[in-house]
């Protein structure tokens, strides 16, 4: 398959229309006409050949719109061509240009009718009124049409194969769009919940404690500037790198080594978040450090806002050739069958690195979200 059929190629409707015509006018009126003179055939029979030459030419202009109807009246008057003095002249090209055109725009029936009667017709015409053909002459004239035949129809299937694979890739193409979107959705969630989420928790505390321990109200607000002014560069950083800009992003991808920072932030106003880090140094693949990272910022972030918990564990450990994530709370959003777009987030994020994501109720209360993710991504060194 050529690389213009791969991407759809069309030639223009006035070649597709015109270019038939002109051919086929070209190649039987002229020749119709000399053969006429050449054989001093009547003056009256060489006119009316000739016009009818001409019209099965002309008759494919409605090729394109009626190719049914076109092949029918072609192949009558290339019956009535057929059966006038003398008995030959050139071949009747237009047939040749209908019955393609007819099987190519699935109109195979109109074309073996209309063919075979018209065949028949001429043969048996011809036979009575003692007409003799060389019968070299009438099997050269039914492989012609049986080619003809062919012809269409290994540019139908040409033509449909072709539309099955512009199909596949509009098919492709839709899915990646699809996939890029939930990655900007997943994103922009993970920063902005996360960002927005510590914001509402130091501003709540600030208010807590704006008359009572103003010093206290004021570090709040403080910390609530230093959150804004890190959201809005990881805001600014995940739009570069969807854009795919050539610079280098405002903030580093995220790893485990941040993750204690993390927790750190999340304390406070009556929620205790404890970090137990059991690697004792060793580090996974940085897109898998990334990807555990954004899992336990969404976890907590669930926590803050969901589950009214006042205490969150968060476990980092190796087993084997995975790292295990886990992040546990005492509230009350344990699990249910219902999933918003947080943990389907953090489950295409386990996904995305070949690992595992669970989610299910912790004993004696509360939820506990389970991460598995290969130590190495495959590829590495």
Do not use: K
Request: contains cysteine; charged residues 20%; glycine residues 8%.
């Amino acid at each position: 398959m050529t690389d213009d059929v791969r991407r759809g190629f069309h030639p223009p409707t006035a070649v597709v229309v015109v270019v038939p015509v002109v051919v086929s006018f070209f190649v039987q009126v002229p020749g119709t006409v000399w053969v006429g003179l050449a054989s001093q055939t009547p003056a009256p029979w060489v006119i009316l050949r000739t016009a009818v030459a001409a019209a099965a030419a002309l008759v494919l202009l409605a090729a394109r719109r009626a190719p049914g109807l076109t092949v029918v009246l072609t192949a009558a008057l290339a019956a009535a061509y057929l059966l006038m003095p003398p008995s030959y002249g050139p071949p009747v090209i237009a047939l040749a240009f209908a019955i393609i055109g007819a099987v190519v725009r699935q109109q195979m029936w109109w074309a073996v009718v209309s063919v075979t009667v018209g065949w028949t017709l001429v043969v048996s015409v011809a036979a009575t009124a003692g007409t003799h053909w060389h019968p070299a002459v009438a099997i050269a004239a039914t492989v012609a049409l049986a080619l003809c035949f062919a012809i269409g129809a290994g540019i139908r299937t040409r033509i449909q194969r072709a539309s099955q694979y512009r199909a596949r890739l509009d098919e492709r193409r839709r899915a990646a769009e699809q996939e890029e979107r939930a990655r900007i959705a997943r994103e922009l969630h993970d920063v902005l919940a996360h960002s927005l989420s510590q914001i509402s928790v130091q501003s709540g505390m600030g208010l807590h404690l704006f008359d009572r321990e103003p010093e206290r109200a004021r570090e709040a607000l403080a910390n609530i500037r230093g959150l804004a002014a890190t959201g809005l560069d990881e805001v600014r950083g995940v739009l570069s790198f969807l854009r795919g800009d050539d610079a280098a992003p405002l903030t580093p991808a995220p790893g485990l080594g941040d993750i204690a920072e993390l927790t750190a932030r999340r304390s406070g106003l009556g929620l205790e978040i404890t970090l137990d880090d059991r690697l004792h140094g060793a580090a996974p693949d940085s897109a898998v450090q990334t990807t555990a990272y954004r899992i336990v910022q969404e976890a907590l972030t669930n926590v803050v806002r969901h589950s009214a918990a006042s205490t969150a564990h968060v476990l980092l450990d190796r087993d084997g050739d995975a790292l295990v994530v886990s992040v546990t709370d005492d509230g009350t959003g344990a699990a249910d069958s219902r999933e918003g777009a947080g943990i389907r987030g953090m489950r295409e994020r386990a996904s995305l690195v070949g690992g595992s994501l669970t989610v299910q109720a912790a004993h004696p209360r509360g939820t506990a979200v389970r991460a598995s993710l290969p130590w190495r991504q495959e590829g590495s060194s």
